[in-house]
């Protein structure tokens, strides 16, 4: 059987779920999983499949992160993405190494996203990942 890949929404909406686990309360703890349950089925999931996509290590993967030794732009797409941590950090340590004076806005920008970089993977909006390919550009990555 073929593992289910789990959208960015799925995810989401498990992941509160998942944390009611720590609760005290069985009833609440039976409820939750029950949820759980009914999401994955409606997604054409199943345990198996959650159980994979959070012991499964992040990929890295070139097309999304640049290569500073290189002028390759391979990176660089439109539209939403979803970045593994160790990525997204890089990226935000490339803009700030070499932009050490930010506007305002640009410096809380990336700071949001370091604050978000607890998560194993980051979901950028589209707004978001065409705002840091701008800021990296300016930086002449």
Known sequence: MTAVLLSYELKRKIEPLLRMQASDNDNERANASAAISRLLKISGADWHDLTDALLAEPQANSEH?????????????????????????????????????????AADFISSLRSRSFRPTIYLS?????????????TGV
């Open 65 to 105: 992160v640049p290569n500073s030794s290189s002028s390759q732009t391979s990176w660089k797409r439109s539209g939403a993405i979803e970045l593994p941590r160790g990525q997204l950090i890089a990226l935000l340590d490339l803009v700030e190494a070499r932009s050490p004076f930010l506007p305002i806005k």
């Open 126 to 138: 589209e707004k978001q990942w065409s705002w840091l390919q701008d800021l990296l550009n300016a």
